[in-house]
């Protein structure tokens, strides 16, 4: 008899051979083959510190309570995904995870949970509790809003039309983020490893931590995490040690604190009082910025004053209130079908943010743009991945005596008064073909082309009325309503009412691309002695 040993797959095939006769079925498939020596990739996670900046810093985000969850539960992504309301209680504070949500052939599908122990009731602290309630307030009103179209999955966490959320995307929003913030890169997963990190350096019981994580057995867990119980054993030694000898008592199995708290609403911003004999003119600024029903993530951003909300999603619009000093009001929305384009447009507001005290003329305004464009082509250039990203611009600046209207691309600006809806921008779109309202090809943007290409950017000066609103918006909102729908909603609301009514006929008309509004305000405050 003559024998060999073939490798196949990730076992090994034994073919034996006869003399005269061969086996009918080879003899090692049913063998288990043998096993590598595992493997752990680099575990990159957070501090405590870190977590907390980051979970502070999202709060505005509609996936905010997804992330927080993750990072106090332990929970997988998938599982986060595929929970449902009526698996949370939290009343009680607790959730239980029967689903998991998995990509298959780039759709994503519900599936069952990793492993047996996968199945799992999990306890929920207070400020997850509290995220929770108010997700499911944003929740509700999107639901309302979307109406018949709404798909009624029963999920905790989906698309605005209650569809599921591709894993792939949610990861890609946190990715987002930590850029945004300039927090050291880690993976979605890495707030799972995080909270076991933190649970076994607090104390809690690596059972605990086991059950909590869904693991099949408490040796994945000690063994995934052996860079954390290895420093126990120390620990251990000297609690040992001090009941032998010093009297005292063991320390035991602590509990993991709660660690932040952080608040469900962002801060609100009220109109300044002030003392004095004359009146005061104020700027009010009511804004919103959602992803639409189709687009997966949003690449707006706003600057309103020093503020800027950098390519996040609200659902509330926000009012801000500003002396008449030169405040700048802008809308950038970053080029789709280009990479970065959410990098482009948090680059170009924060840059108008930074130079808003020196914006006081039309040539102020327009060496501020230009250097916006290379600053943009400079960021690009820093890494591969960047290159073409772009962005549009539109806004205001509001001097005590004037307003400067700017614009490069097709975000627009517009004046409401008496007389009706003015546009003051110049659209920068190529000559739209027969049939288009609007042709899609931009002449010219922030970055946006391979090679640094110089832009000519609008500027109008308009004198400072008390009457006049004005809006800046992307062309999520022109493109899916007509002027006239627009001045029939100016003339019927104002302020964030406005802003609101403005979104929810965007919505209605299947907002098939990112939305940012702002309508500003000049707004007269009476006298007043009280402090």
């Known amino acids: 008899m003559r024998g060999s040993v073939v490798k196949h797959g990730n076992g090994y095939s034994v073919v034996v051979e006869l003399d005269r006769d061969r086996l009918a079925r080879n003899p090692a498939d049913t063998a288990d083959p043998p096993r590598a020596p595992g ?18 810093a999202v709060q505005d985000d509609r996936l905010y309570a997804a992330f927080l969850l993750l990072a106090t539960t ?29 990509t298959v052939n780039n759709e994503a599908q519900i599936g069952e949970p ?31 809003l979307v109406g018949s179209g709404w798909c009624d999955l029963g999920l905790v966490f989906c698309r605005v039309d209650g569809s599921l959320l591709r894993p792939g995307h949610f990861s890609r929003a946190f990715t987002r983020h930590i850029r945004r913030l300039g927090l050291r890169p880690i993976p979605l997963h890495g707030l799972r490893h995080g909270w076991a990190t933190l649970a076994l350096a607090a104390g809690v019981h690596p059972k605990v931590v086991q059950e909590r994580l869904g693991h099949a057995n408490i040796g994945i867990t000690l063994d995934t995490y052996s860079h954390v119980t290895a420093s126990l054993h120390a620990r251990a030694a000297e609690q040992v040690a001090a009941v032998i000898f010093g ?16 608040t469900a609403e962002g801060q609100r911003f009220r109109a300044p009082q002030r003392s004095g004999y004359e009146e005061m003119k104020f700027v009010a600024v009511s804004a919103l910025s959602h992803d639409g029903l189709v687009r997966e ?31 700048v009001v802008a809308v950038a929305d970053g080029l789709g079908g280009h990479p970065a384009g959410e990098e482009a447009s948090a680059l170009a507001v924060r840059w108008l943010a930074h130079a808003a005290a020196n914006l006081t003329t039309e040539a102020a305004v327009r060496d501020a743009l230009l250097a916006c464009n290379e600053a943009v082509y400079a960021d690009a250039d820093r890494d591969p991945e960047r290159l073409t990203m772009g962005t549009t611009i ?28 003015v546009q003051l921008s110049v659209d920068d779109n190529e000559a739209p073909a027969r049939g288009q309202i609007r042709s899609p090809i931009l002449t010219q943007t922030l ?8 832009i000519r950017p609008h500027l109008v000066t308009q004198p ?32 964030g009412r406005a802003a609101f009514e403005l979104w929810k006929a965007t919505i209605a008309a299947g907002a098939p691309d990112n939305v940012t509004i702002a309508l500003l305000n000049i707004a007269i405050r009476e006298p007043s002695d009280s402090h």
């Open 247 to 262: 009297g005292g008592e063991t320390v035991g199995w602590q509990t993991v604190s709660k660690g932040p708290q952080p």
């Open 447 to 454: 970055g946006g082309s391979w090679e640094v290409a110089p």
């Open 394 to 421: 539109a806004g205001v600046v509001v001097t005590d005596q004037s307003v400067i209207v700017f614009n490069v691309g097709d975000s627009r600006v517009y004046r409401f008064d008496e007389s009706g809806l």
């Open 297 to 327: 993530h949003n690449e707006d951003s706003l600057v309103a004053g020093p503020f800027t909300l950098c390519a996040i999603t609200t659902l509330t619009p926000q009012t801000l209130w500003f002396p008449v000093d030169d405040p």
């Open 114 to 144: 990793k492993t047996a122990r996968g199945r799992r009731t999990i306890d929920l602290d207070a400020a997850t509790v509290a995220g929770l309630k108010e997700h499911r307030k944003r929740q509700a009103q999107e639901r309302l």
């Open 39 to 56: 493997k752990h990739a680099a575990m990159v996670t957070w501090d405590a510190t870190e977590t907390a900046r980051f979970l502070t």
């Open 74 to 102: 332990g929970a997988r992504r998938g599982e986060v995904l595929g929970l449902c309301w009526s698996d949370v209680d939290l009343g009680t504070g607790r959730a239980a995870i029967r689903q998991t949500v998995i």
């Open 464 to 495: 400072l009325g008390d009457t006049a609103r004005y809006l800046i918006c992307s062309d999520g909102l022109t493109d899916a309503i007509s002027d006239p729908a627009i001045t029939a909603v100016l003339r019927d609301h104002d302020g």
